[in-house]
Nanobody, 124 residues
């Protein structure tokens, strides 16, 4: 059973930067594609970024490409999301997810395991 714990949520000013981290445990981290999603009140869960087994396999949603960067540390079993140029519309609960595979994945159904989420609020 995979266990995911997100950390780093909080209140950020618009235009600022913030980083989220996700700790993975329970299985072999390098066998899993990792992803970040978010969900705002009243909206569906939205794909943000994914990283495959290796750093060369990444994918981003158009809404965050160029602003957010996903990275993983296979030695520490962690995945991070660096968020720059934050906007009030980035306010949401951010989720880390894991799905077995090699390549990046962008669909909710492709991920088997989810963290509990962490709130990010961007003030204007």
């Amino acid at each position: 059973q995979v266990h995911l714990v997100e950390t780093g949520g909080g209140l950020v000013q618009a235009g600022g930067s913030h980083i989220l981290a996700c700790a993975f445990s329970g299985r072999t981290f390098s066998s899993y594609t990792m992803g970040w999603f978010r969900q705002a009140p009243g909206r569906e869960r939205e794909f943000l970024a994914s990283i495959g087994r290796d750093d060369e396999f990444t994918a981003y949603a158009a809404s965050v490409k160029g602003r957010f960067t996903i990275s993983r540390d296979n030695a520490k079993n962690t995945v991070s999301l660096q968020m720059n140029s934050l906007k009030p519309e980035d306010t949401a609960v951010y989720y880390c997810a894991a799905g077995r595979g090699v390549f990046a994945k962008s669909l909710v159904r492709e991920y088997e395991y989810w963290g509990q989420g962490t709130q990010v609020t961007v003030s204007s």
